[in-house]
């Protein structure tokens, strides 16, 4: 059990180091990063419950186990009755310690992912909020027209242009394209 419950606290570390290492608050606005990591203590404290749960079958397993062992040293004045329903107990715990895990994993896997999804998209929308701010110039590119050429009309270079616009090849720029360009 300590090494799935490792486990699990390493996968909440993860999280928590992810939005550190992208600053302070992860690049997001102050009220999506206190949502965050509200969300993350709920993942912690649904692993501590489930790892309680866990503990305590863990727990009757032991108990179960030490009861079997005590009737099968029993001898003759044990009944098989007796011994076969200690078995079948101890059985129906194991079986219920490996659903406990199965849910465990389950959740805070699915937990974690919402989390990492719901990051990414307040991430995305932070991004796209922060390129809206900045100062420039809508451009529609005409027929004849290159990226450099624009560029040099705007007093800009290349470079920012394809930046501002998530633009990786300067030769794919089309008619009828709108661009943003970025101020000097």
């Known amino acids: 059990m300590r090494r799935f419950l490792v ?39 649904s692993l501590a419950a489930l790892s309680a749960r866990l503990e305590a079958i863990e727990q009757q397993q032991g108990v179960l186990a030490s ?6 040293r029993g001898g003759d004045t044990v009944s098989q009755a007796e011994l ?14 490996g659903r406990l895990r199965g849910e465990i994993v389950e959740d805070i896997t699915k937990r974690l992912t919402d989390l990492a999804k719901k990051r990414e998209a307040e991430a995305k929308q932070a991004a796209k909020e922060a390129a809206a701010q ?18 040099q009309a705007y007093k ?10 998530n633009i990786k090849d300067p030769t794919k720029v089309r008619v009828g394209q709108k661009l943003f360009i970025p101020d000097p």
């Open 7 to 45: 486990l699990a606290a390493v996968l909440c570390a993860a999280v928590v180091c992810a939005q550190q290492g992208a600053g302070a608050n992860g690049g997001l606005a102050p009220a999506a990063f206190a949502q965050q990591a509200q969300a993350l203590r709920e993942v912690q404290r």
């Open 67 to 72: 009861r079997l062992g005590a009737l099968e």
């Open 84 to 97: 076969a329903a200690v078995r079948s107990d101890l059985a129906a715990v194991r079986e219920a310690q």
């Open 134 to 151: 900045k100062s420039g110039y809508n451009h529609v590119v005409e027929a004849g027209q290159t990226l450099s050429a624009i560029a």
């Open 156 to 165: 800009v270079s290349v470079k920012s242009i394809m930046q501002a616009n």
